[in-house]
């Protein structure tokens, strides 16, 4: 599967963005699907998961975006959605998307996603 992250901007504290990303080459059915993110000098750290067709539609939120952020899937469109509200200028990182077969329980982890996309980069100024 390949992974295209988008939507990427410059926003004012605050604003809001929508981040996407396009799967192709496979099914993204049989995945959970993260969103991630990595500040410049920082590991590269958990944000958001939803669940493969099957499990509910379940997500699970890092506690610094719960309340803010939204993840969403449209599966017909092979498309996960990263829904940003409320940014703060400590969202800025580059955010990445990424797939997993692991159990639900540990898709928090980033050691356990196999497949990456490129990254698009969000910088909210104060």
């Known amino acids: 599967v390949q992974l295209v992250e988008s939507g990427g901007a410059l926003v004012q504290a605050g604003g809001s963005l929508r981040l996407s990303c396009a799967a192709s080459?496979?099914?993204?059915?049989?995945?959970?699907m993260g969103w991630f993110r990595q500040a410049p000098g920082k590991e590269r750290e958990f944000v958001a998961a939803?669940?493969?067709?099957?499990?509910?539609?379940?997500?699970r939120y890092a506690d610094s975006v719960k309340g803010r952020f939204t993840v969403s899937r449209d599966n017909a469109k092979n498309t996960v959605y990263l829904q940003m509200n409320s940014l703060k200028p400590e969202d800025t990182a580059v955010y990445f998307c990424?797939?997993?077969?692991?159990?639900?329980?540990?898709?928090?982890?980033?050691?356990?996603?196999?497949?990456w996309g490129q990254g698009t980069q969000v910088t909210v100024s104060s």
């Open positions: 990424a797939v997993t077969q692991i159990l639900w329980a540990y898709v928090g982890s980033t050691s356990n996603y196999i497949t």
């Open positions: 080459g496979s099914n993204v059915r049989n995945f959970h």
């Open positions: 939803v669940s493969r067709p099957g499990y509910g539609r379940s997500t």
